[in-house]
């Protein structure tokens, strides 16, 4: 018998925060929060901490946090900031 094929986030994003700062434990619920309502299960939200893992924030050339990344589907977009203005949030993601 077949077995049914894992089905592949539709929006894959990277949130890049320091810490426990008060704007990135912002940006995470905000963020959480908007694909929690905008696209249920077809997402795949990745956090990344700077002051744990510095090296991926510089091959990704964030310098700031925190940063929102859509590394997929093309084309590649980023946010900055607490993501509190959701329909800047929704445009970027929806690629306008």
């Known amino acids: 018998m077949a077995r049914p ?3 592949v986030p539709e929006l ?3 949130l890049y925060v320091a810490g426990h700062a ?9 963020v959480r ?4 309502e905008h696209f249920a299960s077809q997402y795949d939200l990745e956090i990344v901490d700077m ?7 510089l091959a990704d050339g ?5 940063t ?4 997929s589907p093309s084309p590649a977009a980023r946010v900055i900031g607490d993501l509190s ?7 970027t993601l929806a690629g306008k």
């Open 85 to 91: 203005d959701r329909s800047q949030v929704l445009q």
């Open 51 to 57: 002051m744990v893992h510095p090296e991926r924030a």
């Open 12 to 14: 894959r994003l990277r």
């Open 62 to 66: 964030i310098i700031v946090t925190p």
């Open 68 to 71: 929102l990344l859509k590394v």
């Open 5 to 7: 094929l894992a089905r």
């Open 33 to 36: 929060a908007i694909c929690a």
């Open 22 to 30: 008060p704007n990135s434990l912002r940006a995470i619920d905000n």
